[in-house]
């Protein structure tokens, strides 16, 4: 029986390493030896799901969250790598009531809270978002991503003092994480300060410059070290702090009073924009397709 | 002189090939590779400065000495997977007059706290007791990876227990060389690549049109063959590396195996099997060189990835 707990022991270590390598197919397959000694052990599947997910095999991830759920209907791990996948699948629809079970299986799992906010922080409901943060941040006050999305909540709130506190507290606590970075620019951002926003998006791309997301948000940062173009950004930073009946009513007045000025704005703006992106694209790539 | 290769060649043959089994959970013998650099093809560049810095210190040690050059060192080859890092490595080890050791740091693992850095340290140990020794660790981001990274205590000792070995190799200073071998040098950890540890970067790239049509030649050897006409595949396959030529190979030998088994004789392997083999396959070296190019342009601090740079421009890869 020792012997059996070794091996089992093992090879969960070896997929948990191989999985920190980068090393999918290994512990793809590792995670399949697992099962085949150990058919009824829910883990083994769940691990296995963990493994797909982590290669970005959705599908596949959820067959196997559905074997190990199978075994052991409470098994946390299954559930955690379903509601993630269903996160990054962007299944809304599947996600919620996956979440309400996981949150029911494992209620002090503070990444659960996190998902809820990052919804409705996109939905646009900022303090419902602040809300369940507040519930992951009880959990686990010390986690830096959770306090970068508190930062851009409270920055899309218009508390950019807070916004600006929490950055700090969240760079304090981790400085080696794409995400925090990514979290803390769009809060710089938000706030208006690009030269910051500029700063943590080429940390966060000098960490994971094959994240496409964060490629693409380091290129249009850098359009904003032109000062032409923080010029004509400049309307678009006073319009945000607008509520839509506001913007609505100055878009009207604007038309009204100002049309042929406003014709010559948006022009300017489009050219800006595109001379800048291939300024930066220059600078970055050279004369040269990406 | 024939007295004086006799005498070399006797040496050579008692010269031993050290791996870990995994499996034994100890170091055991093997023979000695019989790969020598003529059996790589190309790679001039890497051979030399291999040559340079390890080879001849040892057949020439006073000339060295001369110039203030001591014997050993460390070199780190990088590069996509399947274009000959490995077989390099073996190459040297048939090329070179010191015992091999070929370390697999996957099987050096172990679950007890602790014992991958006693495992690790006994390689060392093995390799200083069988002087001159070149040591061989293929896929250094496996062990060498961030410790920044690394949430468990222990997995950053392991890295801190390789920092202490090769610093080890300096304070005794001799005969003992490093070559490590990785496909994502920018994972490692950048205490790795200070001066006196891995701080020599080569890129190994995938085999030009020639190396391929000579890759293709020798995977071939020995099997029943038609009238072929390697350059045209050579150059219809492009970025392949020698592991995507390989399959290539096992491919075409499949369609002539199918149709053996229709028509009951020895089929041989025809120009269309390895042209179809070849249409059916793309590039394995593509995604590296995707990944490369992302490092070297926005997280490429010490410039270190230039040439991968020059080398994707030179070869109109975007």
Redesign the interface.
Known sequence: MSIQL?TY??RY??IQ?LL??K?YK?ASEEAMALIREEPEDADAYSMLAQVFWKMDKYEEAHHWCGEALRRDPENQLAWFVKCISYYEQKKWNELKPALAEAMRVDPYEPFYYYLQADILNQKGRYQEAKEQLLQALELNPEDAGYLALMSYIEAQMGHFRVSKELEEQALRLES?SDNVFLYLAWAASRRGDYDQEIILLGNA???A??EKQI?DE?LEALQKNYKLYRIVLSPVKLIRQLKPWQILVSWMLAVILFKPLLIVFIILYIATHWLTKLLVHVK??GW??? | MSDRNDLDQHRRNKLKVIRFDKDDNKLVETDKPKETFADVGGLEEVKKKIRLNFILPLQQPEVFAAYGREAGGSLLLYGPPGCGKTFLARAVAGEINANFMHIEL?AI?S?YVGESEHNLHDIFEKARENKPCVIFIDEL??LG??R???RQHH?RMLVNQLLLELDGLQSFNDQVFVIAATNTPWYLDSALRRPGRFNHLIFVPPPEEAERETILGLKLAGKPMGKLELERIAKDTRMFSGADLEQIVRDSVESALERMLKSGNIEPITQDDLKKAAKNRKATTLDWFA?AK??A???D?NQDYQNVLEYM?AHGL?
């Open positions: 070794d022991s093992t270590e070896r390493h920190k390598w090393k290994e080696e791309i000098r960490l410059p094959d490629r380091y970055i790539f040269r397709l990406k | 996957q693992l679950m981001d496996a990876g961030n920044n990274q690394m997995e990944t992302n490092y342009t926005f997280s601090v421009k975007r």
